[in-house]
């Protein structure tokens, strides 16, 4: 054997924390690209007249964005229940897609002084 490749040779199983990393990683970069498809077709759905033909919007880049990482277009919709609604049309295989949570703004939780460390407390003594 070539000893310029033996360093090849010798890879050494993750270990398990760095399996969990690596998994944890997956997760959240599966969980953004989740918030990103939603937004996407949200934003099209808005556009005026995008489904008059009974056709759905489908992101233009879906195929090459989110369906490596999400799946197929209509089983990330069904998945969504919360966000999406698939109303089948009159043929086999027509549908368009409606946003059930009527464009609704999600408002974060105001932010509450004395949520950190101990009770009304910053660093140090005499705070």
């Given at each position: 054997?070539?000893?310029?490749?033996?360093?090849?040779?010798?890879?050494?199983?993750?270990?398990?924390?760095?399996?969990?990393?690596?998994?944890?990683?997956?997760?959240?970069?599966?969980?953004?690209?989740?918030?990103?498809?939603?937004?996407?077709?949200?934003?099209?759905?808005?556009?005026?007249?995008?489904?008059?033909?009974?056709?759905?919007?489908?992101?233009?880049?879906?195929?090459?964005?989110?369906?490596?990482m999400l799946g197929?277009?209509?089983?990330?919709?069904?998945?969504?229940?919360?966000?999406?609604?698939?109303?089948?049309?009159?043929?086999?295989?027509?549908?368009?897609?409606?946003?059930?949570?009527?464009?609704?703004?999600?408002?974060?939780?105001?932010?509450?002084?004395?949520?950190?460390k101990g009770k009304?407390?910053?660093?140090?003594?005499g705070k």
């Amino acid at each position: 054997a070539d000893p310029r490749f033996e360093a090849y040779d010798a890879v050494e199983p993750l270990t398990e924390h760095e399996l969990f990393v690596q998994r944890k990683r997956m997760e959240s970069v599966r969980r953004d690209s989740a918030c990103k498809a939603v937004c996407r077709i949200k934003h099209g759905l808005r556009q005026p007249g995008v489904q008059q033909d009974g056709r759905p919007f489908v992101p233009a880049d879906w195929d090459r964005l989110f369906k490596p990482m999400l799946g197929s277009y209509v089983k990330f919709l069904l998945s969504r229940p919360d966000q999406f609604r698939v109303v089948e049309g009159y043929s086999p295989g027509e549908y368009t897609v409606e946003d059930v949570t009527m464009n609704k703004i999600v408002k974060a939780l105001p932010w509450m002084k004395g949520m950190g460390k101990g009770k009304d407390k910053g660093k140090g003594k005499g705070k």
